[in-house]
């Protein structure tokens, strides 16, 4: 079994600043993805990045961008020029990779940061 | 495309009585999971389906019973609600397509169990 850990409860940021939100996890699988999900308050959840694990370069999504580091099992997110939409609880999440590619949707989330973005 | 719909939105129940939260999906997804979120906790996966006639638990299947007879249904059961059971619920709809799977979720119920 895998487990994910966010051990920021609470972050905040001033609007335009950067902020960055901590993920570790802890599994033996080899091959699997990591993704960063959104959940603002009207708890949509929302996909904001994903990252593979073979995948050695960091994935970026426009001011998003992640810090993976397979060897010490990180998986942190980068938020440049935070916005005030940028609000939200941010879930750190972990899919394993069954033989032939697919994970059948099933995913372990982290307890999950209350971000604040204040004007 | 509707997506994922979820019925109801809230739901306020007595400990004891039994309910059917729906979860229904239009983009003939294979996969289809349910998910609780709780303080502090996070999401946790109770049951999960591959395909119509095929189910299997998650990490907290107990007081829960599903079954997906077409692709498009997934509905979770609560057969004597209990106050542990207070949480908001998920449901999420996949797609395999060779690299990784897409997660689609729907809006959430949000249960009370007095």
């Known amino acids: 079994a895998q487990t994910v850990t966010q051990s920021q409860p609470e972050m905040s940021v001033q609007e335009a600043e950067t902020v960055t939100l901590s993920c570790t996890y802890d599994t033996s699988e080899n091959n699997y993805y990591l993704f960063w999900y959104k959940q603002p308050p009207s708890r949509q959840m929302i996909l904001v990045i994903r990252q593979e694990a073979y995948k050695q370069q960091n994935a970026t999504e426009n001011r998003f961008s992640v810090n993976f580091q397979k060897a010490a099992k990180s998986f942190s997110l980068k938020i440049s020029d935070s916005q005030l939409g940028d609000t939200a609880m941010y879930f750190c999440a972990f899919m394993k990779q069954y033989p032939g590619g697919t994970s059948y949707g099933k995913l372990t989330f982290g307890q999950g940061t209350i971000l604040t973005v204040h004007p | 495309n509707a997506g994922v719909t979820q019925t109801p939105k809230f739901q306020v129940l007595k400990t004891g009585q039994s309910m059917t939260l729906q979860c229904a999906q239009d983009?003939?997804?294979?996969?289809m999971s349910w998910y609780r979120q709780d303080p502090g906790m996070g999401l946790r996966l109770i049951h999960y389906s591959v395909g119509a006639g095929i189910t299997d638990q998650g990490e907290v299947p107990n007081g829960y019973n599903v079954s997906r007879s077409t692709t498009e249904d997934f509905p979770l059961r609560l057969l004597s609600a209990a106050p542990s059971q207070t949480s908001v619920y998920f449901c999420?709809?996949?797609?395999?397509?060779?690299?990784?799977?897409?997660?689609?979720f729907g809006p959430g119920t949000r249960l009370t169990v007095l």
């Open positions: 999420a709809s996949s797609y395999w397509r060779g690299d990784t799977d897409t997660q689609y």
């Open positions: 983009m003939n997804h294979e996969y």
